[in-house]
């Protein structure tokens, strides 16, 4: 069955960094856009970062500058690289592909001194 297994998370200060790796089963990966959400607690859901099939990224502003997404179609694995974490991006990360109504697990970051 369809399986995505988010990686990564962890515990880190302000302004250090993560890399966050999603890696997909059972579909085929290339075809979709796919894209990055979180949830803090006590907070819904939000968008985070997209990137087309064909490689186009858009970002929240709350992360633009400092958070990158790509994807490796050969490995069905989408990446979140994030750079400069502050508090407020604490939160439980999940990958999304398209309107595939599916969601991992998650990985947790929290981002504390």
């Known amino acids: 069955q369809v399986q995505f297994v988010e990686s990564g998370g962890g515990l880190v200060q302000p302004g250090e960094s993560l890399r966050l790796s999603c890696k997909t089963s059972?579909?085929?990966?290339?075809?979709?856009?796919m894209a990055w959400y979180r949830q803090a607690p006590g907070k819904q859901r939000e968008w985070v970062a997209g990137?087309?099939?064909?490689?186009?990224?858009n970002y929240a502003e709350s992360v633009k500058g400092r958070f990158s997404i790509s994807r490796d179609n050969a490995k069905n694995t989408l990446y979140l690289q994030m750079n400069s974490l502050k508090p407020e991006d604490t939160a439980v990360y999940y990958c999304k592909a398209g309107a595939l109504d599916y969601w991992g697990q998650g990985t947790q970051v929290t981002v504390s001194s």
């Open positions: 990137i087309t099939r064909g490689g186009n990224t």
């Open positions: 059972k579909i085929s990966f290339n075809i979709y856009n």
